[in-house]
């Protein structure tokens, strides 16, 4: 991944959060054709030396796993998109003062790198389907848990996935937020975001913490 030095965000607890934030990860790998990717819910394991670790699920009919478990010595590469949003060059106050200006996207991304362990353990698959199931429904007022279904249906459901264990070697953060724009076009830029026809609250709020324009 291409990070110029304002943009490289290198921080393990920022990295972390946004994985957990948005969780469906890109996952790419190499094949006998070419690249195969798949979009994957994960979860992260952030207390693993040294930076991390993912565990996921997919479906027994996908060949991608197979793949993975032939070429186990193989990195795979994991992409996790944050929040993004376009920017106009109306946004900028140089646009007033030069003209000068063109359009860009803003956006907070993290790649990861490592290999992967295949899971073919019935414990291993109860628990991870258990746990992910928590991250998601923990927050609602009557989150449902797998225990709700009836254990046989849950045991067969398990029989159709299977595990994937990633320890993290390699993890990037790129965060493109308006931090080479100056100051004021910074601000245009945040308060074009918060505006009624663009509404990108979060990344409004990236563009402000990562321009030091909180509390301005």
Known sequence: MYEPPHFKETRPDVLHGLIRAHPLGLLISN???????????????????????????????????????????????IVFQGSD???????YETKRETGKVVPTWNYAIVQ??????????????????ADLTASQEGARKAPWAVTDAPAPFIQSQIKGIIGLEIDISEI???????????????????????????RSPDMASLVRSYGGLDGN
């Open 31 to 77: 094949g006998p054709d070419g690249p195969v990717a798949n979009a994957i819910p994960f979860l992260l394991d952030a207390d693993v030396p040294p930076n991390g670790r993912l565990r996921a699920h997919v479906a027994r009919a996908n060949p991608q796993w197979r793949l993975l478990a032939d070429n186990a010595a193989s990195p795979v590469l």
């Open 85 to 91: 949003a376009y920017v106009t060059p109306s946004w």
């Open 112 to 129: 990861v790198r490592g290999t992967v362990k295949v899971m073919d353990d019935q414990d291993w698959l109860a628990r991870q389907i």
């Open 172 to 198: 990037h953060g790129k965060w493109k937020v308006s931090q080479n724009r100056p100051v004021a076009d910074r601000a245009g830029v945040a308060q074009g975001l918060e505006s009624e026809d663009h």
